[in-house]
């Protein structure tokens, strides 16, 4: 259930999850800046938009503060590193056609020397961007796979898309979208969102039975899940 809060005379969506088992309320954002509230059951619609409303302040702050930290963009310089699949890569830069391939431990990029430095940058971040998301489908196919076979669904279609919020969602045909920022992460990152969303495609909520079947197909999964809310604002291009 999605519901608003405003500050500032800005709308904040928030989404509301109950739950049988819990007593008390909860208020989380994320990294990718999505607001969650968790309540009991028996709270009515009304309180919690009090209560959402009630910490719109906070909320708002909470969000400028990943903002501000995912805002300072990655340096591509030769001799540098980066993330790629919980392995780092040595950047190496030169002068030459545009192009952007991961070869031997390195990501090799060149960019041609007619570009000033404000396009160069802008081109090599627009490529990297690209050369993820493509690489995405056949890196995380085996998760997938073994995913879907143990929750006992159709292998669905994976796709890979950079998004500001979200990590991860479904599509209305048994897809699943993963966001590409997620091979900067650790594997079980990775791994993790593909449980995520693989479960949800039994479970199209957030309720017990869903964080149950999660939990069935991995044990571990909340250290996964503390990774993103500490570290998230850190994978970026």
Known sequence: MELSVVW??????????????????AIEVKTTGEVFIRVPSSVPEQKVMEIAQSKAKWIAKQQEKFQVRAAEPRRYENGN??????DDLIIE???????????????????PDSF??????????????????????????????????????????????????????????????INAKVLLAPKPVAEYLVVHEIAHLRF??????????????????????????????????
């Open 8 to 25: 500032d005379g800005q709308k904040i969506p928030v989404q509301i999850i109950y739950s049988g088992r819990r007593r008390s309320w």
């Open 81 to 86: 590193m980066i993330p790629f699949f919980g």
């Open 93 to 111: 830069r030169r002068a030459g056609p545009a192009r952007a391939e991961i070869s031997g431990g390195r990501l090799c990029l060149s960019v």
């Open 116 to 177: 000033v430095p404000d396009e160069a940058e802008k081109l090599v971040r627009d490529m990297v961007m690209l050369l993820y998301r493509r690489a995405g489908p056949s890196v995380l196919d085996p998760f997938v796979e073994k995913y879907a076979g143990l929750a006992g669904v159709q292998k669905p279609l994976l796709r890979m898309r950079l998004q500001e919020r979200k990590w991860g969602s479904c599509t209305p045909k048994n897809g699943i979208i």
């Open 204 to 237: 199209r909520h957030h309720q017990k039975t869903y964080w149950d079947e999660v939990e069935r197909l991995m044990p571990e999964y909340r250290e996964s899940e503390r990774m993103i809310k500490e570290d998230g604002w850190r994978w970026v291009f």
